[in-house]
């Protein structure tokens, strides 16, 4: 599990804004030269958001120290859904548009299927994101932090 601490500022309405106090543990390198952040690319248009709002299934109340939890392979599942289906059906709709093609249209048959192919990757990311059974292998758990980390969490903002 990925799991990150944070502190719930608001909770109402079986829901609670939480914000992570601390950067969530991936595979170690984020700040190392190579590593996600450091180019600072995802930071180039706009700083990450640190509150999230999230389903509030344990009863937590504002200024709870909380831990936010997410399977391991969540991530690389999000990146092949997202990337990888759409690349795979580039390829696969060029392919067949290229096989259909007549003589001499062979580039714009492959085009034409090419945009078909992530027409296609569209709209099967859509059906992921509205099928609640699909979705929650994204689900971030929030679980109560334990008695003996609770002394570090701070309410301020």
């Known amino acids: 599990m990925i799991e990150a ?25 984020c700040d190392e030269p190579g590593g996600c952040r450091s180019t600072g690319l995802a930071y180039a248009l706009k700083a990450p958001d640190k509150v999230f709002r999230l389903p509030n299934r344990i009863g937590a109340e504002a200024g709870d120290a909380v831990r936010l939890r997410i399977d391991d392979a969540a991530p690389l599942r999000g990146a092949l859904l997202g990337y990888g289906l759409g690349v795979v059906l580039l390829i696969a709709g060029a392919a067949l548009g290229t096989g259909l093609a007549a003589e001499g249209q062979g580039d714009l048959f492959a085009l034409t299927g090419g945009l078909g192919g992530l027409a296609a990757a569209v709209g099967l990311n859509r059906f992921v994101l509205r099928s609640s059974r699909l979705r929650e292998a994204f ?7 334990p008695a003996s980390c609770r002394h570090s969490a701070g309410t301020s903002s």
Do not use: L
Request: proline letters at 3%.
């Open 5 to 29: 601490k944070a502190v719930v500022t608001r909770a109402e309405s079986g829901e609670a804004w939480v914000r992570i106090d601390d950067r969530p543990g991936g595979c170690g390198r």
């Open 139 to 145: 689900d971030v758990e929030m679980v109560h932090e």
